[in-house]
């Protein structure tokens, strides 16, 4: 065991520790106050739940990580930026909040880390034959990913569970290669990845059907936010140091990050093609079609989960081939799903019809 392991667990323990006591007294508090999330015509759950699951795994993640971690590297940066998205979610779970002060809240926390810390993607990595971006253009690159991975966390986060699970699975593989190759310019990343996965399982003990509590844009923002940095500093490594994929970790990154990718480029591209705005909600989002199929909610959240993993172990078992090679079997594999959703929805919609008419 090496002087780096030592605070590594303990922040990790620490984190969960944190969230894990802190859960029942924020749902406490929550009923107390009537501070409840009500059932709409979109929600899966059907009775008045907290949302403030998220105020839990922040407290775990931000403690443990100003107390271990070293917070160099952009990661003080990283913890501001944190803090804001942390704060425009506590409105929105309270309140409720516009989309448009929701992105000024994303804008400034995206801000702060590409700014203040330079925390950006430098290069496509040979990706369309691009090699190295100009300054503009990485910025604003930079800002749309971080926007964009922010934005699809927090709408994944429909069911008991899943979010946190997905959030799970994501910050373990980064903060892995973190840990192995990360060096001197990133193995701190590595306490960022074990810091949310130590909050994440305090708050997930709670949040299985039927969960006490939800997550909310609290957590939800937050740890999109944070897989956003994650995600753009396991880019960079692997252009800086050259390791653990080099030049394929663009594309080794994608298919870490796919169920969250898929289903919002999904769901954009079915409501743009509707003639509706993309941030429109609705039910169909990837969990809502697999539980049409008759899933549980629990087998939805493990289905999902076992995606996520598969396609992991799948981009980096066939990284040598290429970010071309890669990022086009993503598009061909994501193309398919599409259709087997559309199909299978059809079919139900169908079914659905001729119940009616047969009742009439």
């Known amino acids: 065991m090496s002087h780096f392991d030592i605070p590594l667990g303990l922040s990790w323990m620490w984190a969960l520790l944190v969230s894990l006591f802190a859960v029942p007294s924020i749902i406490y508090i929550a009923h107390l106050k009537n501070m409840l999330d009500t059932p709409n015509g979109r929600t899966v759950h059907q009775s008045l739940t907290p949302r403030l699951g998220g105020v839990a795994v922040f407290a775990g993640f931000m403690s443990a990580l100003t107390i271990f971690a070293p917070l160099e590297n952009g990661v003080k940066e990283l913890l501001a930026g944190c803090i804001i998205l942390f704060f425009v979610g506590l409105k929105d779970d309270l309140v409720g909040m516009s989309v448009s002060k929701k992105f000024v809240g994303q804008l400034l926390a995206t801000g702060i880390v590409m700014i203040m810390a330079d925390v950006r993607l430098t290069s496509f990595q040979g990706i369309l034959g691009i090699g190295t971006l100009p300054v503009g253009i990485s910025y604003a690159f930079t800002f749309f990913v971080i926007v964009g991975v922010t934005n699809a966390i927090n709408l994944i986060d429909g069911l008991d569970g899943l979010a946190g699970t997905i959030v799970l699975i994501i910050c373990s593989t980064f903060g892995y290669y973190f840990y192995q190759y990360g060096g001197a310019s990133y193995s701190n990343y590595a306490y960022v990845a074990v810091c ?34 994650l995600a753009i500093q396991f880019i960079e490594m692997g252009l800086r140091v050259g390791q653990p994929f080099g030049s394929s970790s663009p594309s080794v990154a994608v298919g870490i990050l796919f169920v ?30 697999i539980l049409a ?32 090679v890669l990022i086009s079997a993503l598009a061909i594999f994501s193309a398919l799903l599409s259709i087997f959703f559309g199909v299978y929805q059809s079919r139900i919609s169908r079914r659905q019809l001729l119940a009616a008419e047969s009742n009439n």
Do not use: E, W
């Open 196 to 229: 949310l996965i130590g909050g994440l399982l305090g708050f997930l003990r709670y949040n299985f059907h039927r969960a006490p509590i939800f997550m909310g844009d609290t957590g939800s923002l937050v740890c999109g936010f944070i897989v956003s940095v």
């Open 260 to 289: 969250p990718l898929f289903d919002t480029l999904r769901v954009f591209s079915l409501r743009m093609a509707a003639g509706k705005s993309p941030f429109s909600p609705d039910k169909n989002h990837i969990h809502h079609r």
């Open 293 to 324: 199929m008759g899933f549980q909610q629990i087998s939805t959240v493990l289905l999902l989960g076992l995606l996520n993993i598969l396609v992991t172990l799948s981009v980096i078992q066939f990284a040598y081939l290429g970010n071309t």
